[in-house]
């Protein structure tokens, strides 16, 4: 159980306090209410660039990590396609300074042609290096607009192409964070050793006085059900063929998220899983293979990928994976495998709650979705999902005409 306050500030920044005085340390963690998908489609990769900047300085601050390590502290964000999240930790004595930073580049960000161009080439940089010059980087790149016809979700956080980052002008740049980067777009989680009135006045202080500006209302396109079967094939220099079968599923909110949830664990959770017992060890076909899902915001992923051993063709690696969602979705699975996979989500939950900025995270992610109490609510939900509705899900998902299946093929070497 997670204990936390909540009060908002006039110019609607939502702040939560979890107070541990088990710990001498605190952390500030922001999340915006932005990513990938609130992009212009003609102009992707911003969230992920914003990210970047934003370490850039602020107008008052020129270098953001200096007075950070002066105190002490540590900081560090993510981008994905839901959000943006920047987080701080610093011994509790010094949480001012992690309100004065947050603050100042909440309402002042320092937009030089500068700190954008030194921004911009370490972002090219990033593009080339984990997605267009690493085996198999390109995977999103290609799948996302298999699955996605509709949905900004077709483009991954690194944006659709190098070209968009190239072309991004100041004034493009500046737009983008008046829209997204206000108070009513942020939730704030400050925990720790800190008390609650403590943390009031700060964000008085601190938070107050930045402008509410413009609500952002999200319309996006949704995307309509998948009901034909997409295919890719794709030669490039990789070490190992490798295959990606994905499928639509529900989004964070769909009920049906914890039975997707615990059916990739018995899939693909741990050497006892079905896939790595059936197809790594007994049949040895693949040299790995695994299951997992996106969780995103809106309409996820469900995903099957698998290196098969070189003497296995893909065509024979792709069948074996369909054998085994096939017996998932005609028999029904045993009542104890199903209390194995949930035991250990559990486990997962409660290690979770030891980790003080995991718990700002998760907090932070829940109001997001509605409410910071539903992170006391979560395990209790896994816990529910009964054996019929594992089989019902699978049955729904793995279907020929809601998949999208990337083939990966080594380049031979002649």
């Known amino acids: 159980m997670v204990k936390f306050n909540r009060f908002t500030l006039d110019n609607g920044l939502r702040v939560i306090v979890h107070e541990d005085h088990t710990t001498p340390m605190a952390v500030l963690n922001i999340l915006y209410d932005v990513g990938a998908r609130d992009e212009n489609p003609e102009q992707t990769g911003f969230a992920h660039l914003f990210e970047h900047l934003m370490f850039g300085g602020s107008v008052n601050i020129p270098s953001y990590d200096e007075p950070l390590q002066r105190v002490g502290g540590e900081n560090n964000a993510f981008t994905s396609n839901d959000i943006t999240n920047y987080y701080i930790t610093l011994p509790s004595a010094n949480i001012e300074t992690a309100f004065w930073l947050e603050s100042d580049r909440m309402l002042s960000l320092a937009f030089s042609k500068k700190s954008l161009e030194v921004q911009r080439n370490v972002v090219i940089e990033e593009f080339k290096q984990r997605y267009l010059n690493q085996p ?58 800190v008390s609650l009135e403590q943390v009031k006045q700060l964000s008085a202080k601190w938070f107050g006085p930045i402008p509410a500006g413009e609500k952002y209302h999200r319309n996006l396109p949704q995307e309509p059900e998948q009901h034909d079967e997409r295919r890719l094939t794709v030669t490039a220099k990789v070490p190992l063929n490798d295959v990606y079968i994905a499928f639509q599923m529900g989004d964070r909110l769909d009920k049906s998220y914890y039975v997707a949830e615990l059916l990739s664990d018995i899939l693909s959770r741990g050497n006892s899983s079905r896939l790595y017992r059936s197809l790594v060890k007994e049949k040895q076909i693949f040299s790995e293979v695994h299951a997992y899902m996106t969780g995103s915001l809106d309409k996820g992923i469900f995903v099957f990928e698998g290196k098969p051993l070189e003497n296995i063709s893909t065509e024979a690696a792709e069948a074996a994976i369909w054998e085994e969602l096939e017996t998932i979705k005609t028999i029904e699975i045993p009542a104890d495998e199903l209390t194995k996979v949930k035991n250990k989500t559990e486990s997962t939950m409660i290690f979770s ?57 080594a380049e031979k070497v002649a």
Do not use: C
């Open 353 to 409: 709650e030891m980790s003080l900025l995991d718990k700002a995270m998760n907090l932070a992610s829940f109001e997001l979705l509605g409410d910071a109490d539903l992170l006391n609510k979560e395990t209790a939900k896994y816990l529910e999902v009964t054996t019929e509705q594992i089989k019902e899900l699978a049955n729904k998902l793995f279907r020929k005409d809601n998949s999208s299946t990337l083939i990966y093929l």
């Open 136 to 193: 198999y980087g390109d995977v999103w790149l290609k799948l996302r607009p298999m699955i996605y016809k509709k949905h900004p979700y077709q483009w991954a956080t690194i944006g659709k192409e190098i070209k968009h980052i190239e072309d991004a002008k100041i004034e493009d740049v500046k737009a983008f964070f008046k829209k997204h980067y206000n108070p009513q777009n942020a939730v704030m989680v400050v925990g720790g050793d």
